[in-house]
């Protein structure tokens, strides 16, 4: 009779913690949305705003231009994503990339047009667009993602480390681990699934 109690509890924390990585992994994240009262600016100083986008899947980047790892790994990879879907002829069309800085105080739309320089990246290129605003911008617009980011005063952010793919409604589909474990063929794989 003990031993069946015990194989009834135990079923009962399996069940409950299958629930619990299903809410991290799935419903957490479910509704999450592109916010649309958000103002912020391209590396060329002009207004960029979320709400009317023409509808595409985005793939959202937060960075920092002086970040010493992830960031400058995962722009790299995000550059050779890019080639990719425009031999498949979507780059621009129907897939976005959106890279938004953590760092708007230092990241000012010159260091941020160097950085794009550096990847070979144009202003004015349709299909990837760099953004700066003010930190509670760069807040609010993090949020809704639960991406963290804080100066703790000193020459480095510490910043989650995800990139978002969102898909034609502006609604989140997938995360994915930037740095070393962005896996630009399982992104491109996602990416080719979602688009019309």
Known sequence: M???YYVMFAGIIAIGITLGILYIEVW?????????????ETASAESYEFENMEPKVRLIEFYYTQCPDVCPLTTQRMMHLREMLKEEGVYGDKVEFISIS???EKDTPERIQKYMETYAISP?????TFL?????DTKAFAEPFRF????RGTDYIVHDSFTYLIDQDNYLMEKFSMGEGFDKEKVFKRIMRNVD
């Open 124 to 128: 004015d290129e349709n299909g990837w």
């Open 148 to 151: 963290r980011f804080e100066d």
């Open 2 to 4: 003990k031993k069946r």
């Open 102 to 104: 953590i760092d708007p």
């Open 132 to 136: 700066r605003g003010s930190l509670d």
């Open 28 to 40: 957490r994240d479910s509704g999450v949305q592109l916010p649309k009262d958000v103002l912020l």
